[in-house]
C-alpha cells in the first residue's frame, strides 16, 4: 500500500493505493550467475523454470535437478543435469520489467527452441469472446495496480491458468514453468494474453508450442511475420465481440451446423 494525495479535479484527499511490486530476482545456475530480472514476487519456482526452459537451459522438467530461492536475498539457485548452453561474453544478462532491447541477445537460444505449430484445433469467434471475457474476471491484480501484464492458457472449457506479472515475458515463463511442472500439453488449447504482440511474445509462444494466441492489444510487424513463418494464429483487439485474425486464419472458425460450415 502507498499513501497519495488523489484529486477529483482541483480538489485532492489522502488515501492508500495498492501498487505493483517490483522484484529483482538474480538466477544462479550451476554456481554460475545467468540472469537478473525484474518481476512481480509471486510464482517465481514457475517463472525460473519457464525462463530456464524458454533460453534451452533445460529442455524437460526432469533436467531440473535442484531449484531453491531464497526470497529475502533475493536468488533462485539452480543445478541442471546438463550445461549451460548459452553464455553472453561471459556476462551476466540484466532483464528489465520493460522486456524491450534487452532481449536481442536472445537470438540464439530463438533459433534452437522456437518451434512450428502443428494443432489444427479450431475455436469459434464466440468462444474466444468468451474466453477473453472469462480473461478479464482473472484480472484482479491488474484492476488493483493498473501495472502488471496477464497471461492465460485456454481451452475449450474454460481458463486452465492464468498468471500476473510486471513483465509480460515474465507472465508467459510461469506459464511455461506451470506447464513443465505439471505435464500440461498445449494441444487444443491457446495463449490469451494482456499486452502487445511483439515478435518476443510470438517467439515465447512458438517455443510453448501453442497454434494460437490472442490479445487484446495489437501486434508488431515482425511478430506476424514470424507468426505467418510459425504456423501461428495471431488475433489482436480481441474486444467485446470483435477481433482481428492476422495470420492463420484456419483456427477461428464458426462451429458446422448440420453439416454446413458457416463462413
Known sequence: MWTIQRYNEQYGQEEEDVVAVEYPLTIVVNGEEFATMVCTPMDMEDLVIGFLASEGVILTYRELTHLTIDEERGFAYVETSRTVPFVIEGQKRWLGSCCGKSRAFYFQSDAATAKTAVDTTTFSP?????LMEAFHKEAGMF?????????????????????????????????????LRHQVSSKEKMIIFSGRISSEVLLKVSKMRFGLLLSKSAPTDLALQLAGDLNITAAGFVRGNRMNVYTHPDRVKEESKGGVMIE
Open 126 to 130: 464466440e468462444l474466444c469472446y468468451q
Open 143 to 179: 484492476k488493483q495496480t493498473g501495472g502488471v501484464h496477464q497471461a492465460a492458457i485456454a481451452g475449450k472449457s474454460g481458463l486452465v491458468k492464468a498468471y500476473t506479472d510486471i513483465g509480460r515475458h515474465n507472465a508467459l515463463d510461469k506459464l511455461y514453468g506451470y506447464m
